[in-house]
């Protein structure tokens, strides 16, 4: 528990000595030095508690500078911060290895305690020797963690996955019950032992019955158990970037520069394993944008830009996605400048993705902090291990963007189940954008396949995983995937049905084959290996004339922003607009529904009226007076009271409005496709 503590406080003591470095008016500084001289106060108390005498000693030179300066009424000078952001570090450390045994002062404390008396009695930074700090970059940076044991969420949530396997046995059963009772009735017609079948027949129906019972209770449970486990494992997106502001500092101190990190989205729920993957993603991209974009304060100067450089990241939920988005308003990329840049390349968007090939460097020079082209490569990586999707984008106007698509649970999955060659694949339907029907001789002609949406290039997943069969089906079925707008269509030889399995990590034997990031035990006992979209995108080939004909094409679904103050009036619309097969976005209030145009793509609005922040009427003015979303449609769907005539007076330049008393799915719908 003290371990726990310890590196909560530590973090809580860091955020407060990084704002009183960013202070710029006394009163202020005063406050958050009274802030902080309470919190090493209270460590002081429990580590001393507890006999943790490093942390304790430490803490009680804090509290000695810390009192000295608020009885003179003097700021805690540069100097000074420097020594207790390292005394952070040291508790750190500390948190780890509280458990082990009694905590010894290392030659590294004692250094530090010995700077720290040197600052108190040089007084306010006359003669204090400076106490250098190395850049440090440890997991622990941005560790957060839960009370209760990860082991024990982890253990719940793996039955709580085979009680929904157990739930689709016992539907296995009530089909075979049935069939049973099918083949009786047929035994009875012809047999002379009617009475016998009848009681064969009774026992039956109450199998059946009882199957049907028992199913509804592990329905009811499983879901329910699987919901709270949810719950209990999720952690906001803040947790994520814990630490980060640390990071830009240290990094930024390196490199002679200055940047400030901003935070957008911190409240949204992810797991807890995706947070974990999370934290180093963020830490190699922010790294990245001091490093590579954020300029010296001098070239900011002389570009108009700020001094301080600014990184922000945000977060926002779509469908069963988060979208993080890490940017920058530095240089961008300096194309010719990269080491590795192969000849010809124009700085285009294929370009662009070239930054995650390892050994990619847009830096000249190899420094302790970068130049090696390894820290793109990682981050690349660890997306795609959680079935997630990383792309690059130029900002206008300057500095680099990062975009992660990554799903907001890694323990099921929603998944397409297909067959090819006698094998059994999954395919995770977030990434699904159509399935259509092809004439496989066509695509030996030609690369690609033709849909509503233009070319798109052909994969045949049996030649890519080396299992061709013998003979392969006259009707083929290619399921088309759009991964961060590279669309390619999989050639497959049966859809054989979708479903929700629980997900599992894939065995050493597996773990070195980018073409899976997982597999599933499917309700008839077989095991159905999850393919790597990312890895499928990456080897399609260039798309030439296509000529094979489709079926069913269907186009790509528009994507619906509901604005709603009302959770339950969210939910519903978004169930209506998803079933229809829009993807879908939601805000809260006018003001949030910006900031999501601001971050994705929306081909409509829904907006109720009355809503706090910004309502409805501001939000569509808003929306008509930008250049950029000015014919973007919008239907409002309110709680008012108002008459057919009055509809256009309302909707104050919307394209429709409709009335939540009068509310109809139907005609909801209608009015969607007739204004997209």
């Known amino acids: 528990m003290f371990a726990q503590e310890l590196g909560e406080r530590s973090s809580s003591i860091e955020n407060l000595v990084l704002a009183l470095e960013r202070a710029d008016r006394p009163a202020t500084s005063e406050e958050l030095q009274r802030q902080l001289l309470k919190a090493v106060h209270s460590l002081k108390g429990a580590a001393g508690l507890m006999q ?20 003179e009424s003097r700021t805690i000078d540069a100097r000074k911060l420097d020594l207790f952001l390292a005394a952070t570090d040291r508790f750190r450390e500390a948190a780890g290895s509280v458990g082990d045994a009694a905590p010894e002062t290392s030659a590294e404390d004692r250094e530090l305690l010995e700077a720290m008396h040197r600052a108190v009695q040089a007084g306010h930074g006359a003669g204090a020797r400076t106490h250098r700090r190395s850049t440090r970059f440890r997991a622990d940076d941005l ?3 839960l009370r209760i044991a990860a082991e024990r969420l982890d253990a719940l949530l793996y039955r709580s996955g085979e009680l929904l396997t157990f739930n689709h046995i016992l539907r296995h059963q009530v089909e075979a019950a049935l069939a049973l009772r099918e083949q009786a009735s047929a035994v009875r017609a012809s047999s002379e032992h009617a009475g016998e079948i009848a009681v064969i027949q009774r026992g039956l129906r109450q199998l059946v019955r009882s199957l049907r019972q028992s199913s509804r209770q592990v329905q009811r449970a499983s879901t329910a158990l699987d919901q709270e486990v949810r719950e209990a494992r999720t952690l906001p997106f803040s947790e994520a970037c814990q630490g980060l502001n640390r990071i830009i500092r240290d990094v930024a101190e390196t490199a002679g520069k200055s940047a400030e990190l901003g935070i957008y989205g911190g409240d949204i729920q992810i797991d807890r394993a995706i947070l974990s993957s999370l934290r180093d993603v963020l830490r190699h991209l922010v790294r990245n944008a001091i490093d590579h974009g954020i300029e010296p304060p001098n070239d900011r100067r002389k570009a108009g830009k700020p001094e301080v450089g600014k990184i922000a990241i945000s977060a926002a939920v779509t469908g069963d996605r988060i979208r993080v988005r890490v940017e920058d308003d530095g240089r961008g990329f300096n194309f010719p400048d990269s080491r590795e840049a192969a000849p010809g390349n124009s700085p285009g968007p294929d370009f662009l993705q070239q930054v995650f090939s390892p050994g990619f460097s847009t830096s000249k020079t190899v420094t302790r902090l970068s130049g090696r082209g390894l820290g793109l490569d990682i981050v690349k990586t660890a997306v795609e291990s959680l079935r997630g999707t990383v792309e690059v984008l130029q900002v206008e106007g300057g500095g680099a963007a990062f975009i992660l698509t990554i799903p907001l649970s890694v323990s099921t999955i929603r998944i397409l189940q297909v067959s090819c060659a006698d ?54 079925r290619a399921v088309v995937m759009d991964l961060a707008g590279r669309r390619i269509a999989v050639l497959v ?23 899976y990031c997982g597999a599933m035990n499917l309700p008839d006992g077989r095991i159905a290996l999850l393919l790597n979209a990312a890895a499928l995108v990456d080897v399609a080939p260039e798309p030439s004339s296509p000529k094979a004909p489709i079926l069913g094409a269907k186009p790509k679904p528009s994507r619906v922003l509901i604005v709603d103050d009302s959770n339950a009036v969210r939910s519903l619309l ?4 998803e079933r229809a097969g829009y993807e879908v976005v939601v805000a809260s209030n006018g003001a949030e529904a910006l900031e999501q145009l601001a971050l994705q793509r929306a081909d409509i609005v829904v907006s109720d009226i009355d809503m706090p922040q910004m309502d409805g009427l501001q939000l569509v003015e808003t929306i008509r007076r930008s250049d950029q979303f000015a014919r973007l449609p919008v239907i409002l769907v309110t709680g008012r009271d108002f ?9 104050g330049g919307a394209n429709a409005c409709l009335r939540k008393d009068r509310f109809d799915a139907e005609e909801f719908l209608e009015t969607m496709r007739r204004v997209v």
């Open 493 to 515: 030889d049966q859809i054989e049905g979708e479903r929700e399995l629980l997900i599992r990590k894939l065995g050493p034997r597996l773990a070195g084959f980018r073409q």
């Open 574 to 577: 978004r169930m209506i607009t």
């Open 143 to 145: 560790d957060g963690s």
């Open 52 to 71: 943790v005498r490093p942390v304790e000693n430490l803490c009680h030179a804090m509290e000695e500078i810390l009192s000295t300066a608020l009885k």
């Open 643 to 651: 008459d057919d005539a009055d509809r256009t007076i309302v909707a």
């Open 423 to 476: 094998h059994i694949f999954a395919v995770d339907t977030a990434s699904v954008r159509q399935v259509i029907s092809i004439d496989p001789t066509a695509v030996a002609v030609s690369s690609a396949v033709e849909t509503s949406e233009g070319a798109v290039p052909v994969v045949d997943l049996a030649r890519w995983l080396g299992i061709a069969g013998a003979t392969r089906p006259l009707a083929m």
